[in-house]
């Protein structure tokens, strides 16, 4: 298996100074982590990234900031993408309001476990069932609408895919962790 937690990247993230292309697609992604400097080799592909999935899903997404988190926690887990878990972990969990259970649960647990709720059960049955299936099944999908009603169902296929694909991005191009950052399960 490959090492999850690589020291070195496969593609070097761009480091300053900018020219005024990639300052400007830089500059909405927020701190310029090693992803988004990764992404930005190409400004054109930064801004997409900023446009679709980091500014409608995390800005104006149907599910609050719990929700978000619970899915994007869970799907990086399960991914194994030490890097993406780690900057969640560091700049949402708390504001999500998630304790060091729930994210030694996310980490590794169940979503039957005693440390959540009704809804935040549904979420995450759903997150595990796109992981392990790519689908809901009938019982998943009505859990998940009674939880976080259909347009943040909706969101949410949407967000776990997303995550997915940030997930295989980080893994394969074996970014290191950020500073001030943990694995998967240390926190």
């Known amino acids: 298996m490959v090492p999850r937690n690589s020291k070195q990247s496969r593609v070097a993230p761009l480091e300053p100074p900018y020219d005024p292309a990639t300052a400007a697609a830089l500059e909405p992604l927020g ?12 400004p054109d592909r930064a801004a997409g990234v900023h446009g679709w999935g980091r500014y409608y ?53 169940r979503p039957g476990d005693p440390c959540w709720g ?10 595990d069932a796109l992981h392990e299936r790519s689908d809901l099944d009938d019982a998943e999908w009505a859990a998940l609408v009674s939880a976080v009603g259909e347009e943040g169902a909706i969101d949410l296929l949407l967000l776990c895919g997303w995550y997915h694909a940030i997930s295989f991005a980080v893994r394969a191009l074996r970014l290191p962790l950020e500073p001030g950052t943990a694995p998967i399960g240390i926190r």
Do not use: N
């Not at 310029?32 to 992404?39: C, D, E, G, M």
């Not at 991914?79 to 980490?107: I, M, N, P």
């Not at 009704?118 to 997150?127: F, K, Q, W």
């Open 57 to 109: 899903l995390s800005r104006r997404s149907a599910l609050t900031l719990r929700q978000r988190e619970l899915v994007i926690h869970r799907t990086t887990a399960r991914c194994g993408a030490d890097y993406e878990w780690g900057v969640h972990v560091a700049a949402f969990a708390e504001r999500a309001g998630l304790e060091d259970t729930q994210l030694a649960s996310l980490a590794s647990g």
């Open 31 to 42: 701190p310029p982590i090693a992803l988004f400097r990764v992404l930005a080799r190409r």
């Open 118 to 127: 009704y809804a935040d059960r549904a979420v995450l049955r759903a997150v």
